[in-house]
């Protein structure tokens, strides 16, 4: 079972995204930042930022948003 917080490589390893990409994503917002005062991220948010990737949970970002508002 994987902890809900976790270090930053406990999240690239449990997501499988490259450390490279990880970094980028959270820099961008695609993914959420770690937790201000622990340094640690949400595994729970992650994972619902991963289904909005994926199609899964609603639209990835303001874009995404607007363009399904077209449909």
Sequence with gaps: MVR???TEKEAV???GIPLATFRSWVAIGKLPKAIADLGLFDMKAIDQAIDRISGLGGPANALDAWRMRGK
């Design 4 to 6: 809900r917080l976790v």
């Design 13 to 15: 390893d449990e997501t």
